[in-house]
């Protein structure tokens, strides 16, 4: 098993560009997470699917941030325009289902100059 | 929003030292998870718990569920260098077939040998 997949590692990129980050979920897992961990903030909750359907958003910052799963094994979150603040590493996570652990890639450091 | 709370933020001790690291909450849980974060990766599971009053044991470590699932503490005893990680509580909610886990700031825990 190869675990939760991102990509890429690493992402710098100027203010204003469109950054896309890439998630490759468990096979077999239903449940998929974007999380974005910050010193101040910790680790936020972003949108959450529930077998490829968006289940609650509710953490998505603004309009700048989008998230789609067109299938079981594939999820993008995008910012654009990108800015500064935005700078955080973002965790893609994959669960089986309720109370299920959740298994954590292991992330992309976006920075925004 | 459920806020989990946990402290202390930061702890640093001697090897062979015994640790208690708490996470509260004003809301109810239907269960809590434990996880630890080294740096670079994404945070592993270590414990879910999920019944009142619960308590785990996984070696040196003791986790507690609190009777009115709002609260639980992480004892470590005789702590080891390879102890040093960021250590996150998280707060399950289920709602139908849906569930998502709601994350402390974590505490960052160093072992010095």
């Known amino acids: 098993d190869a675990g939760v997949i991102q990509s890429p590692r690493h992402e710098v990129t100027e203010m204003g560009q469109e950054v896309t980050l890439r998630c490759k979920p468990i096979?077999?897992?239903?449940?998929l997470f974007w999380y974005r961990q910050t010193m101040m903030r910790g680790l936020e909750l972003l949108i959450y699917?529930?077998?490829?359907?968006?289940?609650?958003d509710s953490g998505m910052p603004e309009d700048r941030f989008s998230a789609k799963m067109p299938n079981a094994s594939f999820s993008t979150l995008k910012i654009q325009p990108s800015e500064p603040r935005d700078s955080a590493v973002y965790f893609c996570?994959?669960?089986?289902?309720?109370?299920?652990?959740?298994?954590f890639g292991n992330g992309t450091r976006l920075t925004v100059t | 929003t459920q806020l989990l709370e946990q402290s202390p933020q930061f702890l640093s001790i001697q090897e062979g030292e015994n640790l208690t690291v708490y996470c509260n909450s004003s809301?109810?849980?239907?269960?809590l998870q434990w996880y630890r974060q080294e740096p670079g990766e994404g945070p592993v599971l270590l414990v879910t718990?999920?019944?009142?009053?619960e308590v785990k044991k996984l070696k040196r470590l003791t986790f507690q569920f609190g009777d009115a699932r709002k609260d639980s503490s992480l004892h470590i005893t005789a702590a080891q260098p390879g102890d040093t990680g960021l250590y996150l509580c998280?707060?399950?909610?289920?709602?139908?077939?849906?569930?998502?886990?709601?994350f402390g700031k974590g505490t960052l825990l160093t072992v010095n040998p």
């Open positions: 996570a994959s669960s089986p289902g309720e109370r299920s652990p959740l298994h």
């Open positions: 096979s077999g897992h239903n449940s």
């Open positions: 699917f529930n077998n490829n359907v968006p289940i609650d």
């Open positions: 809301s109810v849980f239907s269960s």
């Open positions: 718990v999920v019944t009142g009053g």
């Open positions: 998280a707060g399950g909610t289920q709602w139908g077939s849906n569930y998502k886990l709601t």
